[in-house]
């Protein structure tokens, strides 16, 4: 089921359709944090999972630990305001992000490459400084990340995943159930010539 969700994941950035993606993107945490914490809430499990596996290997891209990256947190803000609202918006105050953009790229067109950017804007009132902490996330860098790194404890967990689930293609049973109809009747015929 992760390799389907991942196919689908890419083949909805080449035909365009950022939403699809990204809110298939946000239920993969999903996935392998219960398998990873399955003890534990949805949120806290959700979140550590992102943090451990997915916001790490975006937080290195930076030198400057004041630069906010996607976290758990963020991840977590952003999956329910898609699933949940339609909203792609990050506005929690656990998340600490005063301004949020989500940044659609065209298909062949990687001129962003990062996944947020921060902005500070600093103002004197007194001795007072105020940080203004702002991000934006490159929808499809996002999503290729996330997939990269489910992926790739996908492979190394494999063993602990079980779906106990079937999604069956109507064309495929159809076509056996033709067959087999086919099979019976090709039988009866052969009955009566003989």
């Known amino acids: 089921m992760i390799k389907a969700f991942i196919k689908e994941i890419r083949e909805s950035l080449d035909k365009e359709m950022y939403m699809s993606a990204l809110t298939l993107t946000l239920i993969l945490p999903d996935m392998c944090g219960q398998v990873e914490y399955s003890g534990e809430k949805p949120k806290e499990r959700y979140i550590k999972w992102f943090d451990n596996f997915v916001a790490s290997s975006m937080r290195h891209r930076y030198d400057d630990d004041k630069i906010p990256y996607v976290s758990g947190q963020i991840a977590w803000d952003l999956r329910n305001n898609v699933i949940h609202g339609g909203d792609p918006d990050v506005n929690s105050k656990e998340s600490d ?90 039988k009866k015929d052969e009955e009566n010539e003989g």
Do not use: P, W
């Open 97 to 186: 992000i005063q301004d949020f953009k989500l940044l659609v790229q065209e298909k062949g067109r990687s001129a962003y490459a990062g996944t947020s950017t921060c902005v500070m804007t600093k103002i004197i009132n007194g001795q007072e400084i105020v940080e203004h902490r702002s991000i934006t996330i490159a929808l499809r860098d996002f999503c290729n990340t996330v997939c990269c790194c489910v992926n790739a404890y996908y492979k190394k967990n494999i063993d602990k995943f079980t779906f106990k689930y079937k999604v069956v293609n109507i064309d495929d049973m159809s076509a056996k159930l033709m067959v087999g109809v086919k099979r019976e009747v090709y």
